[in-house]
């Protein structure tokens, strides 16, 4: 399977402040996802980046808060921005082999606001 | 109906046990049930996955048992080690719903010595 690599692994950030999360991955895919866990809980989907276009967002997610990039089949980035100690939690990309519906997830980024 | 739920929260079995995972679903649409295995630090892996035409898969020491009629399935790991100790997490998805996987709440797993 492909490697999912995720900068920066964990960062501590003010309140009001943004953070940048980059999901680089060794071989093209089509099917990129952001993902978020907080603590002790599941996992819940926040989007799908979408290579050439808007990333599409799940219920109780949206794009002031969470924008998405994705310049490529290789690379994303996702920002939470307007920090809140409420957005602590992991942020995880994931990737989906079509073919087969295998779905492989990134280190995640462990963020935690103060 | 895109709930899938997962059970015990937490599993504590002694090395050697069969420790067994057990998720629920309403959607009859689902049509791919991944199980994955989540270390404290890390993102979750892959351990096993099944579809609806099988009603058993095994891979090294997991099985996965499917009970379509039921709408539940299962995760066993024979002759647990203490380094299974992890969370685990069934997932569902369909089709109907872009393929996108719906979590279960994880079940907490601890293998004693």
């Known amino acids: 399977s492909a490697v999912i690599s995720q900068k920066p692994s964990r960062d501590i950030c003010q309140r009001g402040t943004s953070l940048t999360i980059q999901c680089q991955v060794d071989?093209?895919?089509?099917?990129m996802f952001w993902y978020r866990q907080q603590p002790g809980q599941s996992l819940t989907l926040i989007a799908t980046a979408n290579q050439g276009s808007e990333a599409t967002y799940e219920s109780g997610f949206v794009i002031d808060k969470f924008p998405i990039s994705r310049p490529n089949l290789t690379f994303s980035t996702l920002t939470v921005s307007n920090l809140s100690p409420e957005d602590s939690s992991i942020y995880l990309c994931?990737?989906?082999?079509?073919?087969?519906?295998?779905?492989?997830f990134g280190p995640g980024t462990r963020l935690t606001v103060t | 109906q895109q709930q899938v739920k997962q059970s015990p929260q937490s599993l504590i079995v002694q090395k050697g046990g069969i420790p067994i995972i057990n998720c629920a679903y309403e959607n009859t649409a689902f049509d791919y049930f991944p199980w994955y295995q989540q270390f404290p630090g890390k993102g979750p892996a892959l351990l096993i996955a099944?579809?609806?035409?099988?009603s058993e898969k095994k891979e090294g020491r997991f099985t996965i048992s499917f009970n379509k009629s039921a709408k539940q399935f299962s995760l066993h790991i024979m002759d647990s080690q203490p380094g299974d100790s992890a969370t685990y997490f069934c997932?569902?998805?369909?089709?109907?719903?872009?393929?996108?996987?719906?979590f279960g709440a994880g079940t907490i797993l601890r293998v004693k010595s």
């Open positions: 997932a569902a998805s369909s089709w109907e719903y872009g393929n996108k996987l719906v």
């Open positions: 994931s990737i989906r082999d079509i073919p087969s519906y295998e779905q492989y």
């Open positions: 099944i579809r609806p035409d099988v």
């Open positions: 071989s093209q895919v089509t099917m």
